[in-house]
């Protein structure tokens, strides 16, 4: 099942208005092994995004009757313009890479009851395909669907009581940035590169933050420029929210 976000014509180099996301396609259960999947792609960017379920929790969660979520980032080496090497050859995994992993971790815990998840384990993994910025968005919005699926197919096996409400809610993210004094919603690579400000922003379903993560990369942001790009990022997450709520048929 797929749903897309439309693109319209704007002011940006890609004919994009400032508040306009990237079109957005999520192709759910595009993994035919995986307990839940989608394919996200928010504009040139393109994750995978899989959730594994295991009955059972870590040696440190046993007994105590709740259940874990946990995810893991990676890019494949020619997801960019020059080919890297896998970070499993090089015999180490990156500061970077750690990060990504536990904010997508943090920010799909946030919607979860891990009580009513009861003893089990969700493994999100988010393999980014294709790079052109927002690789930490996109893995976050597409993971949520993931781990939707996986949710359920745990319910249908018997692993997760009947009527658990185990999702408490919807959580998605988007990026945001200052260009040329402009504030923009979800930027490409290209606009990226050349922020003034760079903020990545998770929220909830309804509109609650999870997560803000900015940086001022040149001049340092004002309270107005931070309440415009956060009104930003709030109206493009309610749009992503609506594609996944469509998606999942909730």
């Avoid at 988010?126 to 745990?154: H, K, P, S, Y």
């Avoid at 990026?175 to 402009?182: A, E, M, N, R």
Wanted: hydrophobic share 40%; aromatic share 4%.
């Amino acid at each position: 099942m797929n749903a897309t976000i439309a693109e319209s014509s704007g002011l940006r180099a890609d004919g994009r208005t400032n508040d306009q996301l990237r079109p957005v396609t999520i192709e759910r259960g595009w993994s035919a092994q995986a307990e839940g999947s989608a394919l996200i792609s928010f504009g040139g960017t393109k994750v995978l995004c899989t959730a594994s379920f295991t009955n059972g929790v870590p040696r440190w969660l046993m007994g105590k009757g709740s259940g874990w979520v946990t995810a893991e980032y990676g890019m494949l080496p020619r997801s960019t313009n020059e080919r890297m090497d896998r970070e499993s050859v090089k015999g180490r995994i990156g500061g970077r890479t750690h990060e990504i992993s536990r904010l997508i971790g943090r920010s799909l815990r946030a919607v979860v009851d891990t009580k009513a998840l009861g003893e089990n384990t969700i493994k999100i993994d988010c393999d980014v395909l294709q790079a052109d910025g927002g690789t930490r968005t996109a893995a976050i919005t597409g993971a949520f669907v993931a781990l939707a699926d996986a949710v359920e197919w745990g319910r249908d096996k018997g692993f997760i009581a009947r009527r658990a409400a185990a999702l408490t809610g919807t959580v998605s993210a988007v990026s945001v940035g200052i260009i040329d004094g402009t504030p923009m919603l979800d930027l490409a690579y290209v606009e990226d590169v050349k922020a003034e400000t760079d903020m990545n922003v998770v929220t909830t379903g309804d509109g609650r933050f999870v997560e803000v993560q900015g940086t001022a990369e040149g001049a340092p942001f004002d309270r107005d420029e931070l309440n415009a790009l956060l009104d930003l990022a709030v109206g493009g997450t309610t749009e992503l929210t609506r594609l996944q709520r469509e998606i999942l048929g909730r």
